[in-house]
């Protein structure tokens, strides 16, 4: 399994521009999510997924939108970018362990400048 | 979620054991007890979570005080690959795993050859 995956690596974008970062999981996990993390801090939560169609905001969702057509994948488009989105971006998705409590699995991130 | 306080930093030397705090007074009795880490320049991984008896896996082991107002991650001997910031989170037990993690700062372990 490839796990969780992220397209691109980097990206730099100018003010005002557009953008989809992709996320992808091939664990058939039906929770999906996005966090931001900000240099010396800790994760946000941006939005979550439960399944397909089924979306809800997190802490920080104010200039992000996602959808959620299939398990597998959950984009996060930013429409007009400012350099407070400038962040590292993970996506993660989870799966129930035994016991009642979800472990989450991460992808390596996507790292976005806005200038 | 209920609130957590680790310490922002933690040197050991490689091979030794590592104990890292997490206070968590307001914890109630629903919550879980999760640890995560995050490698430099990686993403967040999970390591242990427990919710009442301490916890053994391959990686480490949870040792959650009698009245649950703290625990301790334990790594039993410590390699330069551990180095990484180690994330002390409460779950909400009832919640159907859609809620996000809150995460804090973190305590940054450093590990000394």
């Known amino acids: 399994n490839a796990g969780v995956t992220q397209t691109p690596k980097f990206r730099i974008l100018k003010i005002g521009q557009s953008m989809t970062l992709q996320c992808a999981q091939d664990?058939?996990?039906?929770?999906m999510y996005w966090y931001r993390q900000d240099p010396g801090m800790g994760l946000k939560l941006i939005y979550y997924?439960?399944?397909?169609?089924?979306?809800d905001k997190g802490e920080v969702p104010n200039g992000y939108n996602v959808s959620r057509s299939t398990t597998e994948d959950f984009p996060l488009r930013l429409e007009l970018a400012a350099p407070s989105q400038t962040s590292v971006y993970f996506c993660?998705?989870?799966?129930?362990?035994?016991?009642?409590?979800?472990?989450?699995?991460f992808g390596p991130g996507t790292r976005l400048t806005v200038t | 979620d209920a609130k957590t306080t680790q310490p922002n930093s933690m040197e050991s030397n490689e091979e030794e054991p590592v104990h890292l705090p997490c206070n968590h007074s307001?914890?109630?009795?629903?919550?879980?007890i999760h640890w995560y880490r995050q490698l430099p320049s990686q993403g967040p991984e999970y390591v242990i979570h427990g919710l009442t008896s301490n916890v053994n896996n391959r990686m480490a082991s949870l040792a959650i005080a009698e009245d649950r107002k703290s625990s301790t991650l334990i790594l039993h001997r410590a390699t330069l690959r551990d180095a990484a910031v180690y994330y002390c989170i409460l779950r909400v037990r009832s919640g159907g795993g859609a809620d996000g993690l809150t995460f804090g700062k973190g305590t940054h372990l450093i590990i000394q050859p």
């Open positions: 997924s439960v399944g397909a169609g089924i979306t």
């Open positions: 307001t914890i109630s009795g629903t919550d879980y």
């Open positions: 664990m058939n996990h039906n929770y």
């Open positions: 993660a998705s989870s799966y129930r362990l035994a016991g009642g409590s979800y472990e989450q699995y």
